[in-house]
């Protein structure tokens, strides 16, 4: 059974700072990449930032220099610091995982549940 557990949403204010963690357990065959993704109120869900298992990151611009995230490959569990945070950050963040199946790139996704971060003004 597959399972990403994410932690560490909640309520901050703006300027404050959330470290988020996701534990994957139950993928067959391994991980290549983990992500975070997030969805505002009526708003399309993006990629916040992503790792590879080779430590390989990139980021949507609009975070960039204020959060890091970073990977623990044995525990399968990925990180997302989050440090000067803005109202507009507020959102549902969603741990992903990734696992490439074929040579051409096709892979699985993997989703956890999401975790609520609410910065206020």
């Known amino acids: 059974q597959v399972q990403l557990v994410e932690s560490g949403g909640g309520l901050v204010q703006a300027g404050g700072s959330l470290r988020l963690s996701c534990a994957a357990s139950g993928i067959v065959g391994g991980i290549d990449a983990m992500a975070w993704y997030r969805q505002a109120p009526g708003k399309q869900r993006e990629l916040v930032a992503r790792i590879t298992t080779g430590g390989s990151t990139n980021y949507v611009d609009s975070v960039k220099g204020r959060f890091t995230i970073s990977i623990d490959n044995a525990k399968k569990t990925v990180y997302l610091q989050m440090n000067s945070l803005k109202p507009e950050d507020t959102a549902v963040y969603y741990c992903?995982?990734?696992?490439?199946?074929?040579?051409?790139?096709?892979?699985?996704?993997?989703w956890g549940e999401g975790t609520l971060v609410t910065v206020s003004s």
């Open positions: 992903n995982a990734w696992r490439t199946i074929t040579v051409e790139g096709a892979g699985i996704d993997y």
